[in-house]
Nanobody, 126 residues
Framework: QLQLVESGGGFVQAGGSLRLSCAAS??????????MGWFRQAPGKERDFVAG????????YYADSVKGRFTISRDNAKNTVYLQMNSLKPEDTAVYYC?????????????????WGQGTQVTVSS
């Protein structure tokens, strides 16, 4: 089993930045090859893929809406994944979830992911 806990959400003005963290426990990234993803869900909308990173960190993927503004990274020694969000816009407002997919390749479908955190709220004011 793998437990995921997100942190770093909050309230920020448009143009600002936030850094989300996702701490994993129960299994270590050094022993298990988990691809990691960040998803978000705004009120009344479906949960959407935001960014993903493969197990080694050598490949990253982004939704078109966040390319050039968000950066996903991971520190396997710390069992932690990060999402640096810059130039935030009001439309980035959502609950952000991190998720783990046992396998080295990043997938964008939320149904592919095995483990989920509880989510952290990000609110961007205009």
């Amino acid at each position: 089993q793998l437990q995921l806990v997100e942190s770093g959400g909050g309230f920020v003005q448009a143009g600002g930045s936030l850094r989300l963290s996702c701490a994993a426990s129960g299994r270590t990234f050094t022993n298990y090859a988990y691809a990691m993803g960040w998803f978000r869900q705004a009120p009344g909308k479906e949960r959407d893929f935001v960014a993903g990173i493969n197990w080694s960190g050598s490949a990253t993927y982004y939704a078109d809406s966040v390319k050039g503004r968000f950066t996903i990274s991971r520190d396997n020694a710390k069992n932690t994944v990060y999402l640096q969000m810059n130039s935030l816009k009001p439309e980035d407002t959502a609950v952000y979830y991190c998720a783990a997919d046992y396998g080295a390749v990043v997938r964008t479908r939320d149904t592919a992911y095995d483990y989920w955190g509880q989510g952290t709220q990000v609110t961007v004011s205009s």
